[in-house]
């Protein structure tokens, strides 16, 4: 979705939306039911999250807040082992988030994401992101409320509903 702003191998080389921390393990896209039929046949395993949606399930081995765990998805020499077009909603528009602040829907960026290499970068990512794709961003938002997050500190706000 966003390959007009981010090679591959810009994403290939960091991964850093694939990697969960065991405190930040809530960041596991939300899948929509077309995927989570697909990963199942594929026999990927799931869970289904306190907030009622379902995700990946993530191997951790020890109590560690600081431990790292892979999406299952994540081939490390290859990425992502998904077809770009079967991949998560969230991980295809990372590093936009949809997230509510108090009740209302927001479009987050998380400017720390390596691939935002320079400011004509970031200004790209932004206006197609306030542009083109914001109803993309609008519907799934409608349709898939789970993959709404609660606001994060870590994502500057680019697009507020008004």
Same mark, same amino acid.
């Given at each position: 979705?966003?390959?007009?702003?981010?090679? $591959?191998?810009?994403?290939?080389?960091?991964?850093?939306?694939?990697?969960?921390?065991?405190?930040?393990?809530?960041?596991?896209?939300?899948?929509?039911?077309?995927?989570?039929?697909?990963?199942?046949?594929?026999?990927?395993?799931?869970?289904?999250?306190?907030?009622?949606?379902?995700?990946?399930?993530?191997?951790?081995?020890?109590?560690?807040?600081?431990?790292?765990?892979?999406?299952?998805? &994540?081939?490390?020499? *290859?990425?992502?082992?998904?077809? *770009?077009?079967? *991949? $998560?909603?969230?991980?295809?528009?990372?590093?936009?988030? &949809?997230?509510?602040?108090?009740?209302?829907?927001?479009?987050?960026?998380?400017?720390?994401? $390596?691939? &935002?290499?320079?400011?004509?970068?970031?200004?790209?990512?932004?206006?197609?992101?306030?542009?083109?794709?914001? $109803?993309?961003?609008?519907?799934?938002?409608?349709?898939?409320?789970?993959?709404? *997050?609660?606001?994060?500190?870590?994502?500057?706000?680019?697009?507020?509903?008004?």
């Amino acid at each position: 979705m966003l390959t007009d702003i981010f090679t $591959p191998a810009d994403c290939a080389a960091c991964k850093l939306c694939c990697n969960f921390h065991r405190c930040s393990a809530w960041e596991t896209p939300a899948l929509e039911s077309e995927l989570i039929y697909l990963l199942q046949e594929e026999c990927v395993p799931l869970e289904k999250r306190q907030d009622g949606s379902t995700s990946f399930y993530l191997h951790f081995c020890t109590n560690s807040e600081d431990e790292v765990a892979n999406c299952p998805m &994540l081939d490390l020499q *290859r990425g992502c082992t998904l077809p *770009r077009e079967l *991949r $998560p909603f969230e991980c295809r528009i990372w590093p936009l988030r &949809l997230m509510k602040d108090a009740s209302t829907l927001v479009i987050g960026l998380y400017q720390n994401c $390596p691939a &935002l290499k320079d400011d004509s970068t970031l200004q790209k990512l932004t206006d197609f992101a306030t542009g083109q794709l914001l $109803p993309i961003l609008l519907d799934h938002a409608k349709k898939h409320p789970h993959a709404v *997050r609660e606001m994060n500190p870590a994502y500057s706000i680019i697009w507020r509903e008004k």
